[in-house]
């Protein structure tokens, strides 16, 4: 990354271990880590609080699906990138076209798929001073 | 005639009712009896039979349907196919195919050629049936000497009677018995034939046995003549003989003497042997001689001096059968084609009842009974096939038959010819005594009398006079008065004297010449006189009567008062009226006759005569008063006494004339009634050729109710049948859960089972609708028509997959072909097998499979996560190695444990254990765990799985488990409703607070936080760690009250 300017990524998954990873392969590359969030509410309250430049998030949450992160997601124009150890199917039609990565993924390819993501929104950083 | 084994063969004739006669006689038939059965029936055209299967039933000998060819053998039962005419020849049956076999009298064929190819050997048998089919067959079997029975009596009499009751009215039959007497009577027949024929066979050995034998035959004949007045020695004793064998036959009785003493005692036995003898006088054309006088001389005589507005009538009573009438009709017939002119003609034909004459008026018969018939006459006048004839209309119109009876029955009248071969033997002396008259009254003047050969009238030589008397034509007298009123004619009145006073010995002389003088002077002084009867007719004038009788005009009439001169009618009725009844002389005087004119005066005297008091007589005298005086003259002087009568005279005068014209206007009335009753009579004859074509119709009707009757026997064998095999399908169609249409080719619903209901909305009135008509609930179903199509096409089954449209039911339907008679597709069975369950199965199955697929590659992902960060912490691959694996392992067992308890809840204790176990074993009691019973659930389970595992390998590389005095002490409790669990390490190696947070901390943290929502805090004392877990109380666990107690 030779932005100069440290993107921030929201990480929505509910298992630890998990989030522990993608922390730190995000860290290692130079992002700089929003969350993680367990829940739909905590997702929700960090998207409010800390908007991102770019969300990863699972699909499932434990008992809940992530849908309502999607919209409020969509709703700011924040881009996303679906984790999910399901298939691509269960994915809602509206938001099939997006960025998806199933798990196990290898971390270049989760690299490369959020550079390219960040390319194409072209959005500049709306992360706060870290 | 004769065949290899003479066993004797029986043909029974069945129809309506038949079923239930057959079992009867089959039934008690023992199957050994050595005699052959074939059956005839009236079965309905084209009706395949299942008669051949239902007897079998009832009998032990083999039933067979009749075939053409097939060689009869004993103890068999031959049954006739439907469409078939059967008969008989060289002891094989031969079948022809006929589509209106009914018509021509199967039985009647059957028979006859039975009879034929058999002769005595025959039995013929008739059983319940309407009609009169067989009534001819068993004649010709009685004929040729065999043995016949009818259907009849007590116990299981025929239900339908017609074919029994005709043959027996005809007088044909043997025996009439119930059907289960029949058949024993009938096995004692067939065991001792042959043996009683062997006896009556003329033995010229033994000569005592010969002589034996003609004294038997004389007795028999003496009996005879004795009862019914005929003399039989004349008889053919051939012929004869035969008939006495046969009656013995019928009575099995088995020597002749026993027989002559059977005859002696019982007089039905001597009537019946009477009537066995006199059969087959009365066949076609049977008397070559008698019809050939008949066709040469009578015939032509009555059609003499015909013409076409004149009738000739002919009387055939006692008719019978009708072949006598047929045959003079023939010959009638033939002669009106000889004639210019035609008069029209009737042939009446009676007998006495109904039933006798029901087989003259179908006039069929089978072929053996037109023995005599010529060809060209056989085929003009008939019309039928080799086996049966029937006669043609022309002639047929020609007769009127009905029933009547010559001695209680009033006479017809006018008739040219009466025929009557068959009747008066039958009568004793007495009756044709009777009867005889009645045919003179009958007879117009000149008329013609056919009498049978056994037959004569000697005592009524006097009303008939002979043509030829061998062959018995008689022909009327016509100058006697009708004697039916006159049983007795007294010798006195007789016109000729009779042959009887001739015969009068000494004394004839004398008497002679005292009668000649007498009667001249009776003639020239005598009054004119007459002689009459009490109804006024004329039995004998005297001479010179012209003067006061002149014939009447009009049809010739004897009556005396209608033939008196003007003038004299009134007084002689008058005095005639009187005289009867007083039975006294009466006189009246001075009557005026007239002739022409003039007057002659007379006195008229009304005597009784003779001394009957049955039949009195009259003598009337003329006697002549003056001469005869012209009309107008004035009266004469001795009539006028004096003037003052005159005016009385002239009034009495006019009186008369009045009166006299009254009389005459009273005569013309009864002129014209008795011309009204001539059209009454015609009229009446009318209504019996009426009559006659309703009873044929009414026959036709008889045929066709038969044929049902018969089939509608056979039909409830088979419902029975079929309601069974109803049944069963009703109960296979509701126990089925499958639901199933039955189609015709037209895609029209048949049926369908109970189940269908709740897939389409069917009623039972939808029978009969289209199926696609009907609304239905299933989707994916295709384009049904063209399926349907195809598998009515190809017959190959069609599958598909088709469910509710609010997805609720799944089912497999099948379109299959519905195979019918000879296999062939005329319709389609739809099935519906309910495959929701396998369906969600499925959708189950895919789901859990889709579960497993995440849950895996979660679980790699976890895998990968945990060797990313081990990798990340561990400076040496071996390093690595040993803390991947570590953490794994401890994986491992979390989830051996959690499956272990099948996915439900964990304990506390287990889960410490698990982790805690190696060390535990490695160093003795250095581990302790304790505290009240608390489950978790398996994600639950599975994070603290993994915490413990944290603590346990850090307590081993720095804590309390890496030197040997070290304890653990992991104690749990609930204070506050939090759960608190303390983990204490002791007397380790020194542990001072880590700068960093290691990896396995932040874990503990996040999974402690993300599965329990629960704290967690390190206290790094120098003695030992303590780690405390606060777990909050929504937290998911259970605390069970356990074995631990609290």
């Known amino acids: 990354m030779t932005d100069e300017l440290r993107r921030c990524i929201l990480v929505v998954e509910d298992e630890p271990l998990l989030a522990m990873d993608v ?12 969350g993680p969030a367990g829940t739909c509410a905590r997702a929700l309250d960090l998207v409010r609080d ?14 809940e699906l992530a849908f309502p992160v999607f919209d409020r997601l969509d709703e700011a124009g924040i881009p996303f990138i679906i984790l999910s150890a399901h298939s691509r199917e269960i994915v809602p039609a509206r938001y099939r076209d997006r960025p998806f990565l199933q798990k196990p993924y290898r971390i270049p390819t989760l690299l490369r798929m959020i550079d390219k993501t960040l390319q194409d929104a072209r959005v500049p950083s709306r992360c706060q001073a870290s | 005639m004769a065949s290899q084994d003479n066993y004797p063969v029986v043909g029974i004739g069945a129809s309506a009712g038949g079923l239930e006669a057959l079992e009867g006689l089959f039934r008690a038939m023992p199957a050994d009896t050595g005699m ?3 059956l005839v029936t009236h079965l309905a055209r084209g009706h395949v039979s299942s008669l051949v299967e239902i007897l079998s039933r009832f009998t032990a000998m083999a039933v067979k349907t009749a075939a053409d060819g097939v060689t009869l053998e004993p103890n068999e039962l031959y049954v006739c196919p439907p469409d078939h005419i059967m008969t008989m020849v060289d002891g094989k049956l031969r079948l022809q195919l006929r589509a209106d076999e009914a018509q021509r009298k199967p039985i009647d064929v059957f028979l006859s050629s039975l009879a034929e190819a058999r002769g005595p050997a025959s039995i013929g048998i008739l059983l319940s049936g309407g009609g009169s089919d067989g009534t001819l067959g068993i004649k010709a079997i009685k004929e040729r000497g065999g043995l016949t029975l009818a259907q009849g009596g007590d116990g299981s009499g025929p239900l339908q009677t017609g074919m029994p009751d005709t043959a027996i009215a005809a007088g044909v039959v043997d025996l009439v018995l119930p059907v289960e007497e029949m058949a024993s009577r009938l096995a004692d027949y067939a ?9 009556l066979k003329d033995d010229h050995r033994n000569e005592q046995n010969v002589e034996e034998k003609r004294n038997g035959y004389q007795s028999i004949y003496r009996i005879l003549h004795n009862q019914v007045g005929h003399d039989f020695s004349g008889y053919k004793e051939n012929s004869f003989q035969r008939r006495v064998r046969h009656r013995m036959q019928v009575l099995q009785v088995a020597s002749l003497s026993q027989y002559v003493a059977r005859l002696r005692e019982d007089p039905d036995e001597v009537t019946m042997l009477f009537r066995d003898l006199l059969i087959g006088v009365t066949n076609f054309f049977r008397d070559p001689n008698a019809f050939e006088i008949l066709e040469k001389t009578i015939i032509p005589g009555i059609f003499e001096g015909k013409g076409a507005s004149d009738t000739v009538r002919i009387w055939v009573p006692g008719c019978a059968t009708g072949e006598e009438v047929y045959s003079i009709a023939i010959l009638v017939r033939e002669h009106l084609d000889t004639l210019r002119v035609t008069p029209k003609v009737q042939i009446f034909a009676t007998d006495i009842d109904d039933h006798a004459l029901v087989v003259a008026r179908t006039g069929r018969y089978p072929e053996p009974l037109l023995e005599y018939v010529s060809k060209p006459r056989l085929q003009r006048f008939f019309t039928g096939d080799d086996v049966s004839y029937a006669i043609n209309k022309n002639i047929r119109d020609m007769c009127i038959f009905s029933a009547h009876s010559v001695i209680k029955d009033p006479p017809f009248s006018r008739i040219d010819l009466i025929s009557c071969r068959n009747l008066l033997i039958y009568f004793g002396t007495e009756f044709q005594a009777r009867v005889i008259p009645v045919f003179h009254f009958a007879l117009r003047p000149r008329g013609y009398l056919f009498l049978g050969t056994a037959e004569n009238v000697n005592q009524f030589s006097d009303l008939f006079s002979p043509i030829d008397k061998k062959q018995r034509i008689f022909q ?59 109804e006024g007719d004329i039995l004998h004038y005297s001479a010179h009567t012209g003067k006061y009788l002149e014939p009447a005009p009009g049809l010739p009439n004897r009556q005396l008062v209608a033939m008196a001169r003007r003038g004299v009618r009134l007084d002689l009725r008058n005095a005639l009226r009187e005289a009867t009844q007083s039975r006294r002389p009466v006189k009246r005087e001075r009557i005026a006759v007239e002739i022409d004119d003039r007057v002659q005066q007379v006195d008229i005297i009304v005597e009784p005569l003779g001394d009957n008091p049955r039949d009195p007589l009259f003598l009337v005298i003329f006697q002549d008063v003056g001469p005869l005086v012209p009309a107008d003259l004035p009266p004469h002087d001795d009539n006028i006494r004096n003037h003052s009568g005159q005016h009385f005279e002239q009034e009495l005068r006019d009186t008369r004339e009045r009166l006299q014209a009254t009389v005459e206007e009273y005569e013309s009335a009864v002129e014209e009634l008795k011309s009204s009753n001539e059209e009454l009579q015609s009229m009446n004859e009318e209504l019996q050729s009426t009559n006659e074509e309703l009873e044929t119709s009414k026959e036709e009707l008889q045929s066709v109710n038969e044929e049902l009757q018969t089939v509608n026997s056979e039909l409830n064998v088979k419902v029975d049948e079929v309601d069974r095999a109803n049944s069963d399908l009703r109960n296979v169609f509701e126990s089925t859960q499958i639901a199933t249409i039955f189609l015709d080719h037209n895609m029209v619903i048949r049926s369908f089972t109970p189940a269908v209901t709740g897939i389409f909305n069917l009623i039972s009135s939808d029978r009969g609708r289209p199926l696609t008509d009907i609304a239905n609930h299933l989707a994916d179903m295709g384009d049904l028509k063209r399926d349907i199509q195809s598998v009515l ?53 895919r789901t859990l499979v889709e579960e497993l697929n995440h849950r895996v590659r979660n679980m790699l992902t976890v895998v990968g996560a945990i060797a990313n960060q081990t990798l990340a912490k561990s400076g040496s691959p071996d390093r690595f190695a040993e803390a991947f694996l570590g953490r794994l392992h401890a994986m491992g067992k979390s989830y051996a444990l959690v499956s272990q308890e099948n996915w439900g809840g964990v304990s506390l204790s287990e889960i410490l254990m698990s982790q805690l176990q190696n060390h535990a074993e490695e160093r003795e009691g250095r581990v302790q765990i304790g505290g009240p019973p608390i489950s978790f659930a398996p994600p639950e389970a599975l994070a603290l799985g993994l915490v413990f595992h944290e603590l346990a390998t850090n307590a081993v590389k720095y804590g309390a488990l890496a030197r040997s005095k070290g304890r653990v002490a992991v104690t749990w409790g609930i204070q506050k409703n939090r759960l608190i669990i303390t983990w204490l390490e002791r007397d380790g190696a020194k542990v001072g607070k880590p700068g960093r947070k290691g990896f396995g901390t932040e874990l503990i943290e996040r999974e ?16 030992g760690i303590e780690v405390q877990i606060t777990i909050p109380p929504e937290a998911k666990y259970i605390a069970s009250v356990g074995r631990d107690g609290k």
């Open chain 2, 476 to 534: 009327r007298r016509d100058h006697v008065t009708s004697p039916m009123h006159l049983p007795a004619f007294t010798p006195a009145t007789r016109d000729v004297p009779s042959g009887a006073d001739m015969r009068r010995a000494p004394g004839a002389m004398a008497s002679n010449l005292r009668h000649a003088v007498e009667s001249r002077v009776l003639e020239r002084f005598a009054p004119a006189h007459v002689v009459i009867n009490r």
């Open chain 1, 50 to 63: 800390e908007p991102p430049d770019l969300t990863i998030l699972d699909l499932n949450l434990g008992t």
């Open chain 2, 1008 to 1023: 402690l936080k993300s599965a329990l929502g629960a704290k967690v805090s390190f206290d790094y004392a120098p003695e």
């Open chain 1, 23 to 34: 922390e730190m392969v995000l860290a290692n590359a130079g992002f700089r880590v929003v």
């Open chain 2, 191 to 199: 065991r001792n034939f042959g043996k009683i024929e062997a006896l």
């Open chain 2, 36 to 38: 052959t059965f074939a």
């Open chain 2, 793 to 845: 096409e190809n017959g190959h089954p069609i599958d598909r997959r088709v469910h509710r449209r609010d997805g609720t039911e799944h089912y497999l339907m099948r379109i299959l072909p519905y195979r019918g008679r000879n296999n062939i597709i005329d319709g389609i069975l739809v099935t519906f097998v309910n495959v929701t369950k396998i369906v969600e199965a499925e959708v189950q199955q």
